[in-house]
């Protein structure tokens, strides 16, 4: 019985481990009305869906209020310590090099494993002019198709689809994005660990490296 139990127990364990984690973004616009916004982000897990959605209309409102309480810390923290800064800059500076070894590390791993499995860019436009509307179609190809690049440098990048309709005689804007972003909890957890491993081990020889340098 206990046997049994054990075995249970790890194939679920293996079963979890397999298992992905999804995230799924979703920004679709239609014409020029703000009602026909639509701005949304998924998390998957294990078949469990936990959906927010972010109402673009509401941001203006929200970004005047942050602007007024922004107003009011300035004027709260008008004194600035110097001090301090300079040491939180220095401290930035020794551990930019640590940071960036370390993240390197960590990239390297999920380069393979993170899997970006939709990637669906669809753009009807017109600017009104001809000739603007020819050259901004040129002009978006080339801001998509760098994305895509920086994208496949650092994921699994399958088939992207990317539809850039102009329109030569009217004024509009119709958009619709989605992607889906994919990794196995097994590589998060490895990543996790790769990551602080990699920071511990960083830190330890830069400090070996100081005292080093005092003798």
Same mark, same amino acid.
Not at 75 to 99: A, H, N, R
Not at 123 to 142: E, H, P, Q, R, V
């Given at each position: 019985?206990?046997y049994?139990?054990?075995?249970l ?26 009602? %026909?916004?639509?701005?949304?982000? $998924? ?11 972010? @109402? +673009?209309? /509401? #941001?203006?409102?929200?970004?005047? %209020?942050?602007?007024?309480?922004? $107003?009011?810390?300035?004027k ?7 001090? @301090? +800064?300079? /040491? #939180?800059?220095?401290?930035?500076y020794?551990?930019?090099?640590t940071?960036?070894?370390t ?10 494993? +993170? ?18 509307t ?54 998060i957890?490895?990543g ?7 920071f ?12 080093q340098?005092?003798?």
């Amino acid at each position: 019985m206990i046997y049994a139990i054990a075995v249970l127990v790890l194939l679920i364990t293996i079963l979890i481990l397999r298992a992905k984690f999804r995230i799924i973004i979703r920004y679709i616009r239609q014409g020029g009305s703000d009602d %026909k916004k639509l701005f949304e982000v $998924k998390l998957l897990f294990f078949g469990n869906i936990i959906k927010k959605k972010i @109402s +673009l209309n /509401k #941001t203006e409102k929200k970004d005047e %209020k942050n602007k007024v309480k922004a $107003k009011k810390r300035m004027k709260k923290d008008e004194k600035i310590d110097f001090d @301090s +800064l300079k /040491k #939180t800059l220095q401290d930035i500076y020794d551990y930019y090099y640590t940071l960036s070894k370390t993240l390197k590390r960590a990239n390297s791993y999920y380069r393979k494993r +993170l899997i970006c499995e939709e990637f669906s860019f669809k753009i009807g436009y017109g600017l009104g002019d001809a000739a603007i509307t020819g050259i901004a179609s040129g002009f978006i190809y080339g801001i998509v198709y760098n994305i895509l690049s920086i994208i496949d440098k650092n994921m699994v990048l399958k088939e992207p689809n990317v539809e850039v309709n102009p329109d030569f005689n009217d004024v509009k804007l119709d958009m619709d994005f989605s992607s889906i972003l994919s990794v196995r909890y097994v590589h998060i957890i490895i990543g996790c660990t790769i990551i602080v491993f990699s920071f511990i081990c960083a830190i330890f020889s830069k400090q070996i490296s100081k005292v080093q340098m005092k003798f």
